[in-house]
């Protein structure tokens, strides 16, 4: 059980390292549908998100892609460089108008987790939830069927969003639930 404590010292600490990551850095406006296509560079950059949503993708040779992850405000991507552990293409996609991310450096973020036990931490956790969110996608699209799958990604997309709307395409559903849009549109 997490005490209140740990709870304070938890957002102290992230607002410590948000600070720290963000110093001398300025946000940038982003539209839905922009890409954040330097992530997969090996010298490439990270964004930490302010506001706003984006989505990270991975696309088969066959042209098939699948929804990763999605990283709200205070998640960084592009921190787990996919190209460097799997032979699919993957990209990161904004998801809603208006948001707002600092662009940084991939090596100034690995410098600032070598010197800031607060910055490490931060980091840790969310590879750690992001890791988490992969185990959940493998999951669901191993032991789920689609039906199944689509009232799971609803009820998730409802809790994360205003007024518990969801406002996804059939073609965004058909990507989350690894289905193309027929079967999305038929269900």
């Avoid at 600490?13 to 997969?40: F, N, V």
């Avoid at 931490?121 to 996608?137: A, D, K, N, P, T």
């Amino acid at each position: 059980m997490v005490s209140g404590q740990q709870i304070i010292n938890g957002c102290a600490q992230k607002q410590e390292a948000l600070a720290e990551l963000t110093r001398g850095a300025r946000p940038r406006s982003y539209g839905r549908g922009e890409l954040l296509s330097d992530i997969e560079e090996r010298d490439g950059f990270v964004y930490l998100l302010n506001t706003g949503r984006v989505g990270l993708y991975s696309l088969s040779r066959q042209g098939r892609e699948i929804l990763l992850s999605t990283f709200h405000d205070g998640d960084i991507v592009g921190l787990i460089r996919h190209g460097e552990v799997s032979d699919t293409c993957s990209y990161a996609e904004v998801l809603v108008d208006a948001t707002l991310a600092y662009r940084l450096s991939y090596h100034h973020v690995l410098q600032l987790m070598s010197t800031s036990f607060t910055v490490s931490s931060y980091v840790c956790m969310l590879i750690s939830r992001q890791l988490g969110e992969s185990y959940r996608i493998i999951e669901e699209l191993a032991f789920y069927e689609i039906k199944t799958r689509l009232a799971r990604t609803l009820v998730r997309l409802a809790l994360f969003s205003e007024g518990r709307l969801v406002s996804a395409t059939h073609a965004e559903l058909a990507v989350m639930i690894g289905t193309v849009v027929g079967f999305a549109c038929s269900i």
